[in-house]
């Protein structure tokens, strides 16, 4: 029979890789979809109201990785706050902004300057997105060694 002092001792380095891998598993988006992807200048020609301002009351800057919503895909959970990866470019983009009702299945990306507005034109993209609670899940050894995702 195992000395139960003996059996924590060999368990623990276990029970600390399974922590440690269980810290550091990124978050996966919680879903995938493919809508249509227009672009747009935070100008007031092409927003309502102040275009400065998303409809949460979020400051909207050039440079800035935000999107604006159709309704139909915030009911889907693309909410304030969602993280969304954009088919065809790279880094992750902010639900910060909503569409007019009339739009179905559809993202306005905010771009830097007209050019590269004009640049992407209309695409039909595949999305995929995570619930901006997701982004809390980082175990504490990540906050300790870094990013792990």
Same mark, same amino acid.
């Given at each position: 029979? %195992?000395?139960?002092r003996r059996a924590v001792r060999s368990a @623990?380095? @276990?029970l600390a890789l399974a922590l440690l891998a269980s810290a550091c598993a990124t978050v996966t988006p919680g879903r995938d @979809?493919?809508? +249509?992807? +227009?672009?747009?200048?935070?100008?007031?020609?092409?927003t309502? #109201? *102040?275009?400065?301002? #998303?409809a949460w009351g979020d400051r909207l800057r050039p440079g800035m990785r935000?999107?604006?919503v159709s309704q139909d895909l915030h009911a889907l959970g693309l909410v304030r706050g969602a993280r969304v990866r954009i088919e065809g470019l790279r880094d992750e983009y902010e639900v910060l902004d909503r569409m007019p009702r009339r739009w179905q299945r559809?993202? *306005? %990306?905010l771009m830097a300057d007209r !050019?590269?507005?004009?640049? /992407?034109g209309k695409r039909t993209v595949r999305i995929q997105w995570s619930p901006p609670e997701a !982004?809390? !899940? /980082? =175990? $504490? @050894?990540? =906050?300790? $060694? =870094?990013?792990c995702g």
């Open positions: 029979m %195992i000395e139960p @623990l380095p @276990l @979809l493919v809508v +249509t992807a +227009t672009a747009y200048n935070a100008v007031p020609e092409q309502d #109201g *102040d275009p400065e301002i #998303g935000a999107i604006a559809r993202i *306005d %990306i !050019r590269s507005a004009r640049s /992407w !982004r809390s !899940r /980082w =175990g $504490f @050894l990540c =906050g300790l $060694f =870094g990013s």
